[in-house]
């Protein structure tokens, strides 16, 4: 079975500052893992994802990820963050045939002036 | 390429009554379609899983006699929320795949029920 723990429901940091949102799961087989971005009323897009290729995946809007399988993490991260980054984060983790996805509670980044 | 829309965006209807959502896979054939549910301030809850032509399979908990969905193609997935009450008031997501391992999301459709 899969499951996605996000810590902290509330991340808050200054503008041009880094972002940092863990991501830890669990699954029985070789996870492929997964970063939405939902705006306010909106649906989710995909920032990103790691399907057993490269540990250190780039996604949009410059952020990016890295899979460590010793400490079952996925954080992502951003160098600077930017007033239109706020928004809530969603990790996701799936078996590898893709289908049965798994979310996390979610993180709602703000970014301070 | 992967784009999903759904429609409509914002439904409001009155107690009792039926309300139709539509997802649409716009530029590919999706395989697999997925429905969603999420609360304010929470995350995505999966309601049902549907493959084009068969029946959806639905999460525990979730009454198939209630969400009705239908996949009729495979760039359509139907979801009805039959004799809807406050308490189905929700935000619904569908999302779709064209491939094993990435879902692509719709906008969601904010249903009231009043």
């Known amino acids: 079975a899969q499951s996605v723990t996000q810590l902290g429901s509330h991340v808050s940091v200054s503008e041009g500052a880094l972002v940092l949102l863990r991501c830890n799961y669990s699954s029985s087989v070789p996870p492929y893992l997964f970063w939405y971005v939902q705006y306010p009323n909106q649906g989710l897009q995909l920032l990103l994802k790691?399907?057993?290729?490269?540990?250190l995946v780039k996604g949009i809007n410059g952020f990016e990820a890295e899979f460590k399988k010793s400490e079952t993490s996925f954080h992502l991260t951003k160098p600077s963050a930017h007033m239109s980054d706020a928004a809530e984060y969603f990790c996701a983790v799936s078996e590898n045939t893709g289908n049965q996805f798994y979310f996390g509670t979610g993180t709602s980044l703000t970014v301070i002036p | 390429g992967a784009v999903v829309s759904q429609h409509p965006s914002w439904v409001i209807c009155k107690s009792g009554t039926s309300v139709k959502i539509e997802c649409r896979s716009l530029?590919?054939?999706?395989?697999?379609m997925f429905w969603y549910r999420q609360f304010p301030k929470q995350s995505l809850m999966l309601m049902a899983t549907s493959n084009e032509g068969s029946k959806a399979t639905y999460e525990q908990g979730v009454e198939k006699d209630k969400f009705l969905i239908n996949h009729a193609s495979l760039t359509l997935s139907t979801l009805t929320v039959t004799s809807a009450h406050p308490e189905d008031s929700s935000f619904y997501i569908c999302?779709?795949?064209?491939?094993?391992?990435?879902?692509?999301f719709g906008p969601g459709t904010r249903l009231t029920v009043l």
């Open positions: 530029d590919f054939q999706a395989t697999t």
């Open positions: 999302s779709a795949t064209k491939s094993t391992d990435t879902q692509y």
């Open positions: 790691y399907t057993s290729a490269a540990t």
